[in-house]
């Protein structure tokens, strides 16, 4: 029956024409603060939904202040992990609620995130270890966001480090990964042919241009992402309606990057 649940849920998440995804990410609050686009919630949701977003992420305790209750539905995971950008190590991620409380909260998915190279990578992979068993026992599906990032990683985008960063966290019974994109098709394709589930690409900080952004969700698609997990490129943008809609235009529709840009025009 846990396995008939994954399918279900995750079927809310992920578009099925398609067979991928636009999620996008709105738990920066607990790591910065109510940063522009963040702080009116249902707002940012209500602006991303209409443009075709599959699922919004967000901290547990955002949920009762985020869900809209009206417009078009959306669907929800529930952020696992936190730390702020005031602690003695922001890439110590840990865990602040169970599997348990995002079923009750109505959740389609949950999600966690681990640093890999980090000085506490090893407790941060005993996380996601213990969060994938009650995931599989409850039939939740997993997200994990597998970040390169510490004092030994030089490039967080080099092909090598993101891949054993992906691999690592489909061995550990994610059913999605999160993770940089490493710059070019070819590269990002050594990514995704090394790691057996679905891999969707990080935003990162705000990029420089539309047209640069677009370029390289583009890209991913090509060397055979499923999508999109991008927060701050889409709420930070002067309209993020139209970038969603430029995105799903990619992710869903096959679009290249110089038809989709016209969307927000």
Known sequence: MSETGKRVRIERII????GNTVIIPLDHGISVGPIKGLAKLPDMINKVAK???NAVLQQKGMVRHGHRGYGRDVGLIV???A???LGPDPNDKVQVCMVEECIKMGADAVSVHINIGSETEAGQLKILGCVSERCDFWGMPLVAMMYPRGKS????????VVALAARAGAELGADIIKTNY???????RKVVDGCPVPVVIAGGPKIGTDMEFLQMIEGAMEAGARGVAIGRNVFQHEDPTKMT????SIVHHGLDAEDS?????
């Open 15 to 18: 578009d099925r024409e398609s």
């Open 51 to 53: 443009g075709g977003a």
């Open 153 to 160: 990683i030089p490039n967080p985008n080099d092909v090598s």
């Open 83 to 85: 730390s702020t950008s």
């Open 261 to 265: 840009i016209k969307i927000l025009k």
């Open 79 to 81: 952020h696992m992990s």
């Open 245 to 248: 809609l430029a995105i799903s």
């Open 182 to 188: 490493t710059g070019d098709p070819e590269s990002f």
